[in-house]
């Protein structure tokens, strides 16, 4: 059974498993009395950078920001996406291979350099390593590409963090036509910071033969050489860039869980002057990714006032949604007013316990302030309860 490694469009033979080190990351710690614990920890963490210094400011053609806006909110490079959200994407990469790009890709120096992986479809033929590694926001998945070389290459790196190393599988590669690379599995290595030579990946290259064959198509390369789209030979589709933009890095450092709230400072030192008029609390689901409450007393206090769970916006009604286990769900319903330019007074006062059509009411109020830090169509920062700040994604 062939294994594609990193999900790029290589595969190798299975190998013994090589579980990297770590267990999901949470949003928020709850109850110590009731373990409502989704929490994800890496062992090492990397240190927090830039949403300015990290990579110069790019542009995109309103095209490839139709794709970009697609891809923002969408976890596990595709791993978490709904239907919904899958359409978005295939509906967008489709108008960009259907404009074309930069014309014979695979000629251009465009093409060369290190691309990161922003978003992957998932054949049915993934393995437990496709998953493990790129499925988790908290590793960076990149491929690199040199083809003007005395030994042409094409590599993918699967970087655990700053503080552990990286993961390095490459490949011999030529040029088959204008969109085409062909590429051989050769050698593969573990590097990791705290020994001072290289760790062998454990795969017989030679043995596996046609295995360790395949090819790489690229069916849309921006202009500005930002932008990459390719198929793989598994029938995989992958959205690559070179640089990504501050929304992209900000969701990156939330993933990683470290320096968040400078970089949503940052972030909304960035998009201060962008704003246009007052913000306003906009309709929709809203799912909470991240608050800086890291402990409370109670899950249930933390659901009633929305340190947890999904918000639901719709006219002047709030409503707070928190999935419990095996079907229940608390759910509580308030109402909201305005009381200045970002500031809105929340009252929640319509608590229940949910299974399927059946409601079971609770006594429970809570009233707060809530403030509106940033906004767009993708995210929402506020300062609410406590005044913790909670960043929260628009999921329908």
């Known amino acids: 059974m062939a294994i594609e490694i990193a999900n790029l469009g290589f595969q190798l ?37 830039s949403l300015v210094d990290e990579q110069p400011q790019v542009s995109f053609t309103e095209p490839e920001n139709r794709l970009i806006d697609s891809l923002v909110g969408i976890q596990g490079r595709g791993r978490s996406a709904s239907p919904q959200q899958l359409s978005d994407v295939e509906s967008a990469v489709q108008a960009l291979e259907g404009l074309g790009g930069v014309p014979d890709p695979t000629s251009s120096s465009l093409i060369e350099g290190r691309w990161q992986l922003m978003f992957t479809t998932r054949p049915g033929t993934a393995s437990p390593i496709q998953r493990t590694f790129v499925g988790v926001d908290n590793f960076s998945v990149f491929q690199e590409v040199y083809l003007r070389t005395d030994d042409p290459r094409v590599s993918n790196i699967v970087r655990f963090s ?49 295995e360790a064959k395949g090819w790489l198509d690229t069916t849309y390369l921006s202009q500005s050489g930002n932008l990459r ?16 933009e501050p929304r992209q890095r900000f969701l990156s450092v939330i993933s990683k869980g470290t320096g968040v709230m400078e970089a949503i400072n940052e972030f909304i030192s960035l998009n201060q002057n962008k704003a246009t008029g007052e913000p306003q609390l906009s309709e929709g689901e809203w799912q909470m990714i991240w608050s800086s409450q890291q402990e409370t007393d109670s899950w249930l206090e933390n659901a009633a006032n929305g340190l947890m769970g999904t918000q639901i916006v719709k006219g002047e009604q709030l409503k707070f949604v928190v999935d419990i286990l095996l079907g229940f ?68």
Do not use: W
């Not at 229940?352 to 929402?380: H, W």
């Open 13 to 49: 033979n299975p190998l013994p498993t090589l579980s990297p080190v770590f267990v999901p990351r949470t949003v928020l710690k709850s109850s110590k009395r009731c373990r409502f614990d989704r929490r994800n920890l890496l062992l090492l963490r990397p240190p927090a950078s």
């Open 162 to 210: 700053e503080a552990i190393g990286e993961l390095k599988v490459e490949a011999a590669a030529s040029i088959k036509d204008g969109k085409r690379i062909l590429f051989r599995f050769d050698r593969a290595a573990f590097s990791f910071k705290f020994l001072p030579f290289k760790v062998p990946y454990p795969v017989p290259f030679k043995l596996l033969g046609d």
């Open 229 to 244: 789209i390719s198929r793989g030979n598994k029938g995989t589709t992958f959205v690559l860039q070179k640089n990504t």
């Open 329 to 396: 769900r608390f759910s509580m319903i308030g109402t909201f007013v305005k009381t200045g330019a970002t500031t809105y007074e929340v009252t929640m006062n319509d608590a229940a316990i949910v299974a399927g059509q059946v409601a079971l009411p609770m006594e429970m109020e809570s009233k707060f302030n809530l403030e509106l830090l940033y906004t767009d169509d993708k995210i929402r920062i506020t300062r609410g309860f406590r005044n913790i700040t909670f960043v929260h994604l628009h999921v329908g």
